[in-house]
């Protein structure tokens, strides 16, 4: 009996040798402090997708700063499901219905190539969606895999009302969702080298909303020592979409339409939200907008109150760029030439109730839409005089119509992209102990942002909002890639992985010019076309 004994517990030592062996060589298990997970295998990479960095916020963690995920897996968990999005009222979705996504939502996912190197440099990615909506599987990592110099994160983060809601007290604070990013790199510094990543080489990067989100993260002291360098893709925390100023008023409002009972008590609003189902505040979004998906910001971050438990953001950007107290590392910011095609082109659709395109109904609307939907609300003490000067100067005697559209992006592109940046490349220049640089793409796709949010082929929209960054990450509301755009993709993948290696900054053959302090006159942006590039002071 005893030998049975003995006979079973060898062959069970043997049985765990031999699958501990395996999963110690299988590059698809990986070891974190939960316990084992197991990723997918792809043609030129891994991916190990789902990965829980914060416990799920809801119920009486809504409207909270997010809890670090702590929980123990006793089984290998399946890092192979493809994450789904946080809740959100999606402006890409076809139809009247907009909602999708889960409120169980903040994971990590990591992608490694397989060309089998050691301490790879880290590029972590913040989504775009003005703060509202967006999905990561829309970035489709193959360019960067291909290069396979470089792992990628993508970060999930809460959205909309469930992410950025606030009574701009210290009641419901706000800015989870920027709060959920700041876990997620935290997370990252303590597992990425379990995937193969180096932690003191992670380049942070976003689009849009997640550029802007980039921005401010490294304008949070708790960033220094975790990020080395930072690349905003059209989206700067100084654009006036970014900080919200009558975020009160839209808490407000939403209690009001969630039929909360004290809809001017934030405490009792608090209460009462987190008892509504997630659906039913997400989907109160449409209450806020007036043509399509306008203004595409009315959730979004906020300066709290300097009392606000586990606060993101208590000063202006602007005036922490002056302060100097932020992360100092290098920087770079970019547009592309005609950025305002978001959200300018959805003024091409067709309005049902006249037959006529959107944009007619701003020749007798124009001081009220222009105030909420370029949000000069925001930064402008005096808004409707402030869009009756931007008419002026952008359109002089003509009437808003389809053939005077261009005028219009114009003005989309410099109220809510370029000039942002631009006083940000002033701001940093003078502030800034490390070195700024920014770049301008101009090479229009054939078939971008623009073709998408208006349906129409018949007007060329120039370089529009995402035309660089889609030939980083495939995204699928673009057109297949041309020969030089292909060429163009290697370049910018080439200037990241570099950028995070050695802090310098090429395109292909083009060097970056810093922005310091004795500028002179303006910032040095570098102008990127189909074939070449220069420097160009603005």
Not at 106 to 121: A, D, Q, R, W
Not at 243 to 253: G, T
Not at 281 to 304: A, L, R
Not at 507 to 530: H, P, Q, R, S, T
Request: hydrophobic share 35%.
């Amino acid at each position: 009996m005893k030998f049975k004994y003995l006979v079973l517990i060898s062959i069970l030592i043997v049985a765990f040798g031999v699958w501990w062996g395996k999963s110690k060589n299988d590059p698809l298990v990986i070891q974190i402090t939960n316990g084992q997970l197991r990723g997918k295998d792809h043609d030129e990479y891994y991916s190990y997708e789902s990965i829980p960095y914060a416990e799920t916020p809801s119920g009486k963690l809504r409207f909270e700063a997010p809890q670090p995920y702590v929980r123990k897996w006793h089984e290998v968990f399946d890092a192979s499901v493809p994450p789904k999005p946080c809740m959100q009222w999606d402006q890409f979705q076809d139809k009247p219905d907009k909602l999708t996504g889960i409120e169980d939502c903040l994971t990590v996912n990591i992608y490694k190539p397989k060309t089998g190197k050691s301490n790879y440099p880290v590029m972590v990615y913040l989504h775009g969606g003005c703060f509202m909506f967006g999905d990561v599987n829309f970035y489709h990592p193959n360019y960067l895999m291909e290069n396979g110099n470089i792992i990628l994160v993508k970060v999930v983060y809460r959205l909309g009302p469930l992410g950025f809601l606030s009574t701009e007290d210290e009641v419901i604070s706000g800015n989870f969702g920027l709060k959920d990013q700041r876990l997620a790199l935290k997370w990252l510094q303590e597992n990425i080298a379990q995937f193969g990543g180096d932690p003191k080489k992670i380049m942070l990067t976003g689009f849009s909303a997640g550029g802007a989100s980039t921005h401010l993260q490294m304008l949070h002291t708790q960033s220094k020592g975790v990020i080395k360098t930072a690349v905003s893709f059209s989206g700067v925390a100084l654009n006036p979409w970014v900080i919200n100023r009558n975020a009160r008023e839209n808490a407000f409002k939403l209690a009001a339409v969630m039929k909360c009972p004290k809809t001017e008590n934030s405490l009792e609003i608090k209460k009462c939200l987190q008892q509504k189902p997630a659906e039913d505040i997400v989907s109160s979004v449409k209450h806020f907008q007036n043509i399509g998906y306008n203004p595409f910001t009315t959730f979004g971050p906020v300066v709290e109150h300097e009392k606000a438990p586990q606060a993101f953001l208590t000063q202006h950007p602007r005036d922490i760029i002056k302060s100097g107290n932020f992360n100092h590392i290098p920087y770079l910011a970019a547009v592309t030439a005609e950025d305002g095609g978001y959200n300018a082109a959805e003024l091409l659709q067709i309005n049902p109730k006249t037959g006529q395109e959107y944009i007619y109904l701003l020749n007798d609307h124009w001081p009220d839409l222009a105030a909420k939907n370029l949000f000069l609300n925001n930064f402008k003490d005096h808004p409707v005089e402030y869009a009756k000067a931007l008419r002026e100067k952008y359109m002089g005697d003509k009437k808003f119509s389809v053939e005077n559209y261009l005028e219009l992006q114009k003005m989309y592109t410099d109220v809510l992209f370029k000039d942002g940046l631009v006083e940000t490349l002033q701001l940093h220049s003078q502030h800034s102990k490390t070195p700024i640089f920014s770049y301008v793409y101009d090479n229009p796709a054939d078939e971008s942002a623009g073709v998408a949010l208006s349906g129409r082929k018949d007007i060329k929209f120039g370089t529009n909002h995402l035309d660089d960054l889609s030939l980083i990450m495939h995204y699928p509301i673009r057109s297949a890639p041309r020969p030089d755009e292909k060429i163009i993709s290697k370049k910018f993948i080439d200037m990241l992985v570099n950028f995070v290696e050695t802090e310098k900054l090429a395109f292909g053959d083009c060097e970056f010019e810093k922005n310091n302090a004795d500028n002179g006159d303006g910032v040095k942006i570098l102008w990127i076309g189909k074939d070449k590039c220069k420097t160009i002071v603005e």
